[in-house]
């Protein structure tokens, strides 16, 4: 009995001792202490196994600034905004929320300590007597304080741990990432570098051997500029050489004329070349020797067709005036610009490289690169007339100012009048060492002009029949020459892309086209464009100007003529080709355009 009251003692004790209530005498708390040992409550931070002593490597930040132009904008910047945010999250204090203390109730404490150390009887009497108080009202607390909730704290003080030990995980992969991204970015910035590095040295090394080059180069100069005199010497010297030797086989050719005229007692005329759509003796092989003969043979003859005088033809001091210049009054009718196709001759098997038109009847001329010129009877395109002679294609044509005789240039480097009426052949000019691109007469009708690919142009008396003066100047091809109506003026145009003016004395308009599509009106006074007017991408093959000179006609490579009204600017397309335009000429009227394609074929337009 007495065991059981003091068990049931011992726990009251540690009550009273908690909750500082004296429930029992002085005396008799001194002797349970004395014998039994003094029973105290304790605040314990408890700890559990964390990582707080762990002791982390720290992360080099020297290398963490970025050379500013190094890198690329973009990442940069979020590499920045990055460190920012890891920054405010490390610099960022963990505020605990404040411990909401809340009163226990005494009575249910007690009782609930009682039945849990199944003290049932001192239960029924601390009940008893609580009530006892509760009804007399004097149940408030003496400087009891409050007692502890030891298990709630427990909890939140766990519960902010795992909060920390989550942040800290967070912290540590924020750190890992950064650290990636870091060496990353370092890695970058070595390969941008290296990558500069490499490209300098390239650029340095072609620097150093543009420089070798120039000096190469400049070693040259005097060498090309030797070899050029001497090009220009050798020529002049195979020009010598080749009168030389013409003036040798008409020699030879008169000498063997005398002879035959001798033995056979009478004269004999050998037909030059023929004129016509056969040829029985083109494809008869023949040596050196017959080749020399019939064709100083040819020479003597033609020299015979031609005056007996050989004395140098004179130019003109004295020009008449242009007829054409009353054309260009402003009171005269509109110009014609609704052309509409009438009709198509299909004459040649090749291209057609050249059209003129006759100066008095209704016919025209077509050249083509079938090595064939054709006289064609206009409106209804009948043929009239076929000649060959030439060896390879035809480039150029042109009529006498009297309309009787006829010029032709070709690849095969010569140049040939013909005598339309006689339908023969009357001179042959050699002298080009390249083909012969284009040629033109003289308004007085004595002299002919030809361009070549040699880079030279050839004035050629038609009365003493041989090369007046050789035009040197351009540096490349000449394509095109053209002597002013009714002047001693010549133009000339090139590959070089210039124009030249030779024994220029009056000022006129005129007109080019080149590759790129782009034709230019000029006034050789100045030697300033007036106008450029670009029809391309396609390029320019030909532009001619009609009687009036207030319409330009130009061929194009689309297939397309157009059409260019001076005075007010506009441009007129004739749509009728199915290839490419070569060439284009306007009747003396006006009032009728031809054309010529690449497809072989003549255009009619009126």
């Not at 003016?501 to 080149?514: E, K, L, P, V």
Request: hydrophobic share 35%; aromatic share 8%; with cysteine.
């Amino acid at each position: 009995m007495a065991a059981q009251e003091g068990m049931s003692d011992s726990p009251l004790r540690v009550l009273e001792e908690a909750l500082g209530i004296g429930l029992t005498a002085a005396e008799e708390t001194a002797d349970t202490v004395a014998a039994e040992g003094a029973y105290y409550l304790e605040q314990v931070a408890i700890t559990e196994a964390s990582e707080d002593d762990y002791e982390y490597e720290e992360i080099p930040d020297d290398n963490f600034s970025i050379p500013e132009g190094e890198e690329d904008l973009a990442k940069a910047i979020q590499i920045v905004q990055d460190q920012a945010t890891d920054t405010y999250i490390l610099e960022q204090k963990t505020v605990l929320p404040s411990k909401h203390v809340v009163p226990e109730v005494i009575e249910d404490f007690f009782c609930n300590f009682l039945i849990k150390m199944g003290m049932t009887r001192t239960l029924d009497c601390f009940q008893s007597e609580w009530y006892e108080l509760v009804q007399k009202k004097v149940t408030e607390l003496r400087d009891g304080g409050i007692v502890p909730d030891v298990y709630a704290q427990n909890m939140l003080l766990e519960s902010e741990n795992k909060n920390l030990k989550r942040d800290l995980k967070h912290y540590k992969e924020a750190a890992d990432k950064a650290r990636e991204d870091l060496l990353k970015t370092q890695k970058e910035r070595d390969f941008h570098r290296m990558h500069h590095k490499r490209i300098v040295q390239e650029r340095n090394k072609l620097i150093n051997d543009l420089k070798g080059l120039k000096l190469h180069y400049a070693s040259y100069e005097p060498t090309l500029r030797v070899l050029h005199e001497k090009h220009h010497t050798l020529l002049k010297e195979k020009m010598l050489t080749s009168l030389e030797r013409d003036r040798a086989l008409g020699q030879i050719s008169g000498l063997q004329a005398t002879l035959w005229h001798m033995e056979t007692g009478r004269s004999y005329n050998v037909p030059e070349i023929k004129v016509g759509e056969s040829d029985e003796r083109k494809n008869v092989p023949e040596g050196p020797t017959q080749k020399g003969l019939r064709e100083a043979r040819e020479k003597n003859k033609c020299k015979k067709l031609m005056k007996g005088t050989t004395k140098d033809s004179e130019f003109p001091t004295d020009m008449q005036p242009n007829p054409n210049l009353y054309l260009r009054k402003e009171d005269l009718c509109p110009s014609k610009f609704d052309y509409k196709l009438n009709n198509i001759f299909r004459l040649h098997e090749l291209p057609v490289s050249c059209i003129a038109v006759h100066p008095c009847k209704e016919i025209l001329i077509s050249c083509s690169e079938d090595r064939l010129w054709k006289v064609v009877g206009l409106p209804k395109g009948n043929v009239l007339l076929t000649g060959f002679g030439h060896t390879d294609w035809l480039s150029d044509c042109c009529f006498h100012p009297s309309g009787n005789k006829l010029a032709t240039s070709s690849g095969d480097t010569t140049v040939k009048l013909w005598d339309l009426s006689k339908a023969k052949c009357l001179l042959t000019f050699e002298g080009h060492s390249h083909a012969v691109w284009s040629c033109t007469w003289h308004s007085c009708g004595d002299f002919v002009a030809s361009s070549s690919l040699d880079s030279t142009s050839k004035i050629w008396d038609v009365h003493s029949e041989r090369c007046r003066c050789t035009l040197y100047g351009h540096t490349d091809s000449v394509n095109t020459i053209e002597f002013f109506p009714f002047s001693n003026i010549l133009l000339t145009g090139s590959a070089d892309k210039s124009l030249s003016i030779w024994d220029a004395r009056t000022g006129h308009m005129i007109a080019s086209c080149d590759a790129c599509g782009v034709t230019k009106l000029w006034d050789f006074r100045k030697l300033l464009p007036i106008v450029s007017i670009d029809v391309g991408p396609s390029p320019g093959n030909e532009v001619n100007f009609d009687s009036s000179g207030r319409v330009l006609a130009q061929a194009s490579g689309n297939g397309i003529i157009h059409l260019l009204d001076l005075k007010s600017g506009q441009i007129h397309k004739l749509m009728g080709h199915e290839s490419e335009a070569h060439t284009v000429a306007f009747s003396h009227d006006g009032e009728s355009l031809f054309s010529g394609g690449s497809d072989g074929t003549v255009r009619t337009w009126s």
